[in-house]
């Protein structure tokens, strides 16, 4: 295969992980969960107590953090240990744009990203793929779903890795607001479609609908 990189963006719920995981596992691409890291980072700081808007601490965190993913993505190790089911708590998930809308953060882990692409073929997902961390991908798709379904998702994911998690849907769904809101007006890199992305709404289709058309769009810039 060509190398290739493909860049993945959209907002939380829309399916961009599921997606690029089973993109990468049937086109042989190494997958980077960009979004992984910064739930990684703030895992890190609630972890030892800091505050959210202690700038320099986070950066000291994430100057000092390594990350390492699991040949298909789906694992990450933080500082070497296994942090998957952690960085998905709903108070990871409560604090991770405040400290992703940090600058100098932002910066150190698309340092980190890049390098990654360097010398692979990649697909990357997050909010700003297209658009920041790799504006020269091959391909952009920006997928995107109505916020009633992108909660519903994120609340059957949350109760399949906890059972006896408390928080509501509405919860969820709120959530999912004050995330798209803080993403899409933050000043540095925000969530925006690129101009030459594909636009995909994933309200209406299956996972594998939205795979199999991510998968032909890769095709077609391969040809």
């Known amino acids: 295969m060509n190398s290739i990189s493909v860049a993945i963006d959209g907002p939380a719920g829309a399916g961009k992980s599921t997606v690029a995981k089973e ?5 042989d691409l190494l997958y980077i969960d960009t979004g992984a890291m910064y739930r990684a980072v ?16 986070i950066i000291r ?15 990450i190790f933080v500082n070497g240990e296994n942090r998957t089911k952690e960085i998905r708590s709903p108070k990871v998930s409560e604090n991770v744009s405040l400290v992703s809308k940090i600058g100098a953060l932002r910066e150190v882990l698309v340092k980190a990203q890049r390098k990654l692409a360097e010398n692979h073929n990649v697909i990357m997902d997050g909010r700003d793929i297209g658009t920041h961390v790799l504006p020269e991908a091959d391909l952009k798709v920006f997928l995107t779903a109505s916020v009633d379904e992108r909660a519903r998702r994120r609340f059957e994911e949350l109760l399949e890795t906890d059972e006896e998690t408390s928080i509501s849907f509405e919860e969820v769904k709120e959530n999912i607001l004050l995330r798209d809101n803080i993403d899409s007006t933050r000043e540095q890199a925000p969530l925006i479609k690129a101009q030459d992305a594909h636009e995909i709404d994933t309200t209406k289709l ?7 058309e991510v998968i032909s769009l890769i095709r077609k810039v391969q040809a």
């Open 23 to 27: 993109v990468a596992k049937r086109m």
């Open 42 to 57: 703030t895992f890190l700081v609630m972890n030892e107590g800091i505050d959210p808007n202690q700038e320099q601490e």
């Open 61 to 75: 965190i994430a100057n000092n953090t390594s990350f390492n993913f699991s040949k298909d993505g789906s694992q």
């Open 206 to 212: 299956s996972t594998t609908e939205v795979i199999e």
